[in-house]
């Protein structure tokens, strides 16, 4: 059975850092895109950063503009985990934040509380 789990979201004042993890089980992930997405209330779910694999132990990181500058997107060596380091966050980055694996199928985690205070 698959499985992706998230941790590491909490509350953090503007300006303020997080990193979230997500260890993901069941099968081999090393070909597969990881990355993150967000949830806000009201608004859609939107992709927030992933890596895809380049070959070998090599994987390439992906943006949205929102966040470009200020998150930084990175496999762990297992291959099989995924982190996201976000720096001087906003409250317009409050949301739930879901690990997503896509390959020849998706998976997804349950989501973890991130909430930025001004």
């Known amino acids: 059975q698959v499985q992706l789990v998230e941790s590491g979201g909490g509350l953090v004042q503007a300006g303020g850092s997080l990193r979230l993890s997500c260890a993901a089980s069941?099968?081999?992930?090393?070909?597969?895109?990881m990355g993150w997405f967000r949830q806000a209330p009201g608004k859609e779910r939107e992709f927030v950063a992933k890596t895809t694999w380049s070959g070998g132990n090599s994987y390439s990181a992906h943006y949205a503009d929102s966040v470009k500058g200020r998150f930084s997107i990175f496999r762990g060596s297992a291959q099989n985990t995924v982190y996201l380091q976000m720096n001087s966050l906003k409250p317009d980055d409050t949301a739930v934040y879901y690990c997503?694996?896509?390959?020849?199928?998706?998976?997804w985690g349950q989501g973890t509380q991130v909430t930025v205070s001004s």
């Open positions: 997503n694996a896509a390959g020849q199928d998706d998976y």
């Open positions: 069941g099968r081999t992930f090393q070909t597969y895109a």
